[in-house]
């Protein structure tokens, strides 16, 4: 008998009266009972042995002998669980075992029947089908692959030591001649270990003597005898930015099959409620495993489940095994800071009043890394030129429509309104702002009717003249059909020949808010809409001047153009005048060369223009000096039918003896002269 594992024996009909409870007082703990053989025999005593080996409490399991050439696998599967072969997992049936060894009948005829050699006349790979076929049709018919009963040297003989039959359970047969632990050799191509070993079929126990390699626990695991077990160890929330996972970490163990990595079920509810679940095998490195229960390394469990807000999680996991399911628990968790922001962009309007017009837009946006607080919307409004200006919403107007729909809190609404000036079509986009991601919430267009466009004449065109100034004037009239009360401003500007601005002289804005009478009377309106305008200009030539209307209500049509009237400024004569006398004169001591006349400018005949001296000194150097011809001269308006004072007299005080020489010069006042005149010279001795 080994020193090591758990006792045992298998029975046939050639041990019809066994003890059983002297087989178990000896040490036996399980036994195997023949029940058929190939599709044509049963065993008599099956019932007997069956029933009896578990009265007295051992664990025990139904065996076949198979003739491979008799009939298919299929077929002896299907007669042997007829005849006793089931299984159940009442955790005390161990399971089916295909007793597949050497022909029993090697060289006989039997009824006609020819067994063949000790392979069954069978090739190896007739052979490997064979077994193939029964254990595929016990799984189906029990749920169980079969144990396969040999011996070494049989098998590799006649099969050829395949691979492929690892997940059926080894009971291999070997008879030391002497007391031993070693059972020999084993058909490597499927096995690295056995499961039992039949050391004996003398003794010590009756029919063949058998011993477990393993401990009771693990015979009661291939029995079925217990449930799957393990640990959920941990959950835990990893990961950063957009990217958050729910990870739950364990270990699970089939203990009907603890040499394969089984399943594990893991339900997660989110903080709305959903519950999802989720299967992992359990297969992760876990030598503390294998260490404290002897299962194998290979039980460990590590997943993760991908979150997107914050909030409290709920994990329920359970170890999933062939004979049932265990629960291994459950874990919560909070997850805070946690997700992207979602909502939604409801609507987009026109809000048309007297004063202005904007664009309403209406939504919800809430920041799931941080739902009790109102987060953001962005919105980027095109208008019809082509620009894009941003606004930043703050989203937190009532909305317990959102509450109701997705538990995120009520106050995460946003009424916004954007004021436009311009008429045609504008694009709306907006975007929820998260602390980890900003979420399109989709674009939306709406369009703008224009208001009328402003109305109004360009009546006249004309140049007034000042002393050393010009400026062309501008009258008209101008109004807003939608605001027909309010004064508009009106643009006067010189344009060049192909209609565009120029800078010089400058634009003028004026408010067309003098009388009109005449216009409300024939327009049958109200307010004050007349314009003036003056452009002041320095140069003689042609001007094209421009008048435009600017509407005030929300949303005009664009400005108006009244009309452009062309004005040619010509070149005004010249000064006229005359050097009526000159000459030196003395007084109390003191010298001045005096001169008299008359000048004016023809342009402006009524101010009194200026006139320069120049006097040529003995010395050659020569001097001007500015007097104003303002003295009265009746004869000479009377002549020249003028009006205002035109006279000069001048002084200019001299102490050098010698020859003088003065000139007299009218300067004119209008800036458009075309030169000034040269009223007279005299030569002067002093």
Known sequence: MPTFGVQGLDVSGYQPNVDWQQQWNMGARFAYVKASEGNYMTNDQFSAQYQGSRNVGMIRGAYHFAIPNWSSGADQARYFVANGGGWSADGYTMPPVLDFEFNPYEGRTINGFYFGNTCYNMTPGQLTS??????????????????????????????????????????????????????????????????????????????????????????????????????????????????????????SADLANTAASNQTHVYVTSPGGTTTGYAWTANAYRPDVDQALGYGPNHGFDGSVPITQSGTYTACAYSIGTFGNTPLGCKSVTATGIGVPVGSFDSLTKVVAADKVTLQLKGWAVDQANPSASSYADAYVTAPNGTTTGYRMTANTSRPDVQSATGLGSNHGFDYQVPVTAPGSYKVCTYAIGQNANTPLGCRTVSIDANPSPIGSYDTLSITQAANSAALQVTGWALDPTQPATSIPVNVYISAKDGTTVTSPAPLNVTANLKRPDVNSALGTVGDHGFQAGLPITATGTYS???????????????????????????????MGFLDSAGIQVSNGQAAVVTQGWTLDPALPGISNPVHAYITYPDGSTKGYAFTANLKRPDVNSALQTVGDHGYSTSVPITARGQYRVCTYGVAVSIFAAYNSQLGCRTLTY
């Open 130 to 251: 064979w077994v193939q076929d029964f254990g595929n049709t016990m799984k189906s018919l029990t749920g169980r692959l079969p144990a396969i009963y040999t011996n070494t040297s049989w098998w590799n003989q006649c099969l050829g030591n395949p691979s492929g039959f690892g997940d059926y359970p080894l009971w291999v047969a070997a008879y030391p001649g002497a007391p031993t632990n070693d059972a020999g050799p084993i058909p490597t191509g499927s096995w690295s270990t056995y499961s039992i070993w039949q050391y004996s079929s003398t003794g010590p126990f009756a029919g063949d003597s058998n011993v477990w390699n393993g401990d009771y626990p693990s015979l009661q695991r291939l029995a079925g005898s217990a449930l799957p077990t393990g640990s959920f160890d941990s959950l835990s929330i990893t990961g950063s930015g957009t990217q958050f996972s729910l990870r739950a970490r364990g270990w």
């Open 545 to 575: 001047v421009c008048a435009q209307a600017v509407g005030v209500a929300p949303v005009s049509n664009g400005p108006t153009l009244l009309g452009c009237k062309n004005f040619t400024v010509s070149s005004t004569p010249p000064t």
